[in-house]
């Protein structure tokens, strides 16, 4: 099946660091990847939309010059948490939808990053 | 855009007996409602899906059922066991919803041995 790899797994860092989180689809191209940030007992919030090859698409509310996004290939969609605050420490998880046959209609998510913000 | 509801927030039930899981949606043009289970600190994991010109679909334990006019559909899970704890989140997509999903805001499952 359809295979997104994330890493790293976990990280911790100081306050006023950034912290790049990688994304990747194993087995499949992703034309659309997807970011989300989960508080703990919350729901999935997405965060933003990257397609390959152009600008992501921020959801209301999410700062798009502290979250940047680059999907520079279809299997690698990148997230930069710039400027880390305590505030910034949250479960990210990304997901990928495919280019074609059933990873095209599913989104298959990745294990997601623990960021600790000291 | 879309909005999705999902109750109950938590449900705990006897090990053997049903849970039953519900969600709506608003936008009528939706057509796909996918079922995620997540586990503590794991990814969610596609359980079950249906789309809108099914009602119904069953997979062994699990079963989704879907009402377009109403616009609602149902996770059932018969004869719970413990590793069946975990939250479940509902979705829906459609063509106004470009390529996103919107997700409910999960149910904790408890089972209870």
């Known amino acids: 099946g359809a295979v997104v790899s994330q890493h790293p797994s976990r990280v911790i860092c100081k306050s006023g660091t950034s912290v790049k989180i990688e994304c990747r689809s194993l087995d499949f191209q992703a034309t659309t990847m997807f970011w989300y940030r989960q508080f703990p007992k919350q729901s999935l919030m997405l965060m933003a939309t990257s397609n390959e090859g152009s600008k992501a698409t921020y959801e209301q509310g999410v700062e798009k010059d502290k979250f940047l996004i680059n999907h520079a290939s279809l299997t690698l969609s990148t997230l930069t948490v710039t400027s880390a605050h305590p505030e910034d420490s949250s479960f990210y998880i990304c997901?990928?939808?495919?280019?074609?046959?059933?990873?095209?209609?599913?989104?298959?998510f990745g294990p997601g990053t623990r960021l600790t913000v000291l | 855009g879309e909005n999705v509801e999902q109750h109950p927030s938590t449900l705990s039930v006897q090990e053997g007996d049903s849970a039953v899981i519900k969600c709506t949606y608003s936008d009528s043009a939706s057509n796909y409602f996918p079922w995620y289970k997540q586990e503590l600190g794991k990814r969610p994991q596609l359980i079950i899906d249906?789309?809108?010109?099914?009602g119904e679909k069953k997979d062994q334990r699990i079963a989704v059922t879907l009402n377009k006019t109403a616009k609602h559909f149902s996770l059932h899970i018969t004869e719970t066991q413990p590793e069946d704890s975990a939250v479940y989140f509902c979705a829906a997509r459609g063509p106004n919803t470009g390529n996103q999903f919107y997700f409910g805001t999960g149910t904790s499952l408890t089972v209870i041995p």
């Open positions: 249906i789309r809108s010109n099914v």
């Open positions: 997901s990928a939808r495919g280019v074609s046959g059933v990873s095209y209609n599913e989104q298959f």
